[in-house]
């Protein structure tokens, strides 16, 4: 099992959070990078890990690491499958 770092933006429409494509990374400091600039362009960006097994379909439970903005309540939106 591999670990993948996600960033995932967010723009809000008439009072919903939509999620944009999930951009995927294989090095934490590049997704915190990438988090922080597109924090700049979204109403909202997580960034978070998950050990995933894409093969088998098996994902961890998400770990936030960083937020930026408004950002939907992490058990409301799913994170469970990054890919």
Known sequence: MGTL?????FHEVD???VADKPILHGM???ARTRGEMLAGQRDG?????QAADADRGEYSEAVILARY???PH????S???AG
Do not use: K
């Not at 770092?5 to 933006?9: E, M, R």
């Not at 960006?45 to 890990?49: E, H, P, S, T």
């Not at 992490?74 to 939106?77: I, K, L, M, N, S």
């Open 5 to 9: 770092y996600v960033v995932q933006g």
């Open 15 to 17: 009072g919903d959070f």
């Open 28 to 30: 934490e400091q590049l």
């Open 45 to 49: 960006v997580l960034v978070y890990a």
């Open 69 to 71: 903005g408004r950002v």
């Open 74 to 77: 992490p058990e409301r939106q």
């Open 79 to 81: 994170l469970c499958q």
